[in-house]
């Protein structure tokens, strides 16, 4: 057999299996600017969703927030990146999604699950445990005087990165 002809389909098959491996690729994953908050103060939910390919991102379904208040409305903004290695392009999105929180009550809180509906497919972050303390007995004495949906800007170094934020 050539092996030409071998280098060839082999070139063939990987370029068209690629497509179908990354279009199935989305991680979910949801944080809290810290674990304990006091009664007074705020909490800063951030949910991302990264795909390494183009195409919708799906819709984000936030919790009911049982014990929690939502400050303002949801900030999302959104990251892409390209890079190439070794003659290989490849693309990074991640879209986040930050909200803004006042707990009701004090006592071990629960932010409960976030899910993503994308590609077909059905994700959901973990819930999220938080420590709530009675005023001004926190370890941080709360954020009254930041922007509470203040979003450091992103750095990069070997890919382009474009980043646009939005109300939702």
Known sequence: MNPRRIGKALGLALCLS????????VEVSASTDASEVPLDGTLLLR????????GDTGELKLPAFADFDVVGAPL???QMSFTFSNGSPSFRRT???SIALTPRRVGD???ERATLEARG?????PPI???VVPAGQGQRGGRSGADPLAIAPPTSIRSRTCTRASAI
Request: proline share 3%; glycine share 4%.
């Open 47 to 54: 949910i991302s969703a990264t795909y390494t390919s183009k």
């Open 95 to 97: 879209v986040t999604t």
């Open 76 to 78: 999302r903004s959104e």
């Open 121 to 125: 497919r059905t994700y959901q972050t």
């Open 109 to 111: 809180l629960t932010i």
């Open 129 to 131: 445990h938080v420590r």
């Open 18 to 25: 690629l497509p179908a491996l990354a279009a199935g690729e």
